[in-house]
């Protein structure tokens, strides 16, 4: 199976996993290393000091990537902020950026997104932008230089699957970057059809953190994504209106 | 905070962190997050919204109102 060469960091492994929503904190590293992933998304945040949080850094198995995510930035300025302490902290200049204004869909503002892609390439960062799968807002990261497009199967956090299906589908056909399908995947089967339909790769992380046995679910899915990524590779073939028998339909003896 | 009784005679006010702390004046931002963040690895610190060097904690003496964020990783996806 090929790998997805991103940054010369090569990925063989097409899960990526966020690690936000977990019961616990034992879980994302077991969830980690039984899937496999080889990279994760983490958040940044003003640390609470009343109340000592365990450090997730610190669940991170070695070796995993680290993506640093924008979530609470709701401009292009919020987000290289983001960015930069991220960057401060020597964990890698990988970047998935998040502007959301709207709290009831959490939807990408694709606009923001674009600029904050465009400002942070110029920084040197390594950008995976998160939004609407639309062809032209594609165009344009690709134009600013994003590393990726990352398109929503379904609103976050929804466990609603491939709700954009056909407009994925149009990025993956003609986008050369590579594509991630990012929110909404609700079980391996939606990764699964996303990597089928050529996605490069998928990040999940409600549909396993919130899973009754995170580390399983998170395997189920590093397997269907194999799959779908085998079955891509190895050529689907098209579907028919007329039936085409399998075994000859010739009489047994003539 | 516990802290803030320490410094109960001094007359410096930072916000720290989104709430307004007392400090010895003078202190280094090194001496602040040694005292209010002993136990936090990984983190981040911004003064009035520039990021200040780890190699520049010591060195960096905090003045009347400033404005300091700790800022440190949490699970996202």
Redesign the interface.
């Known amino acids: 199976m090929q790998s997805l060469i991103i940054d010369n960091f090569e990925i063989q492994n097409r899960l990526l996993i966020g690690t936000g929503k977990f019961q616990n904190k034992y879980d994302v590293r077991e969830s980690i290393i039984q899937s496999g992933s080889q990279v994760v998304t983490v958040a940044v945040r003003r640390i609470d000091l009343e109340r000592h949080e365990e450090n997730i850094l610190e669940y991170i198995p070695d070796g995993v990537k680290l993506m640093v995510n924008t979530s609470g930035a709701r401009n292009a300025d919020e987000v290289i902020r983001i960015a930069r302490l991220a960057k401060e902290c020597g964990y890698g200049n990988w970047i998935k950026i998040e502007v959301i204004d709207d709290s009831k869909y959490l939807l990408p503002d694709n606009q923001e997104t674009i600029r904050a892609t465009e400002l942070l390439v110029k920084e040197g960062f390594v950008v995976f932008p998160y939004v609407s799968a639309d062809l032209y807002v594609a165009r344009e990261l690709v134009k600013v230089g994003a590393d990726t497009v990352m398109p929503l199967g379904s609103c976050i956090g929804t466990n609603q699957g491939l709700k954009a299906e056909e407009f994925i589908q149009i990025l993956i056909n003609e986008i050369e970057i590579p594509i991630i399908v990012d929110a909404g995947i609700g079980c391996p089967s939606h990764a699964a059809k996303a990597m089928e339909m050529g996605a490069d790769a998928v990040l999940v992380n409600t549909a396993i953190a919130t899973a009754d046995n995170a580390p399983n679910m998170a395997k189920a899915f590093s397997k269907a994504i194999e799959a779908g990524r085998l079955a891509y590779e190895s050529g689907i073939p098209d579907s028919q209106n007329i039936a085409s028998a399998s075994s000859p339909l010739s009489h047994l003896l003539s | ?1 516990h802290c803030m009784e320490v410094f109960l005679f001094s007359h410096m006010k930072i916000y ?4 307004l702390i007392e400090i010895e004046p003078q202190a280094s931002l090194e001496a602040c997050i040694i005292m ?2 002993p ?6 610190a ?1 003064i009035n ?1 520039n ?1 200040v ?1 780890k190699e520049k904690w010591e060195s960096t003496v905090l003045k009347d109102g400033d404005i300091v ?9």
Do not use: R, Y
Request: proline share 0%.
């Open positions: 905070m720290l962190n989104g709430k209010f963040c136990q936090a690895k990984d983190l981040v911004e919204t990021i060097k964020e700790l800022i440190g990783f949490v699970g996202g996806g």
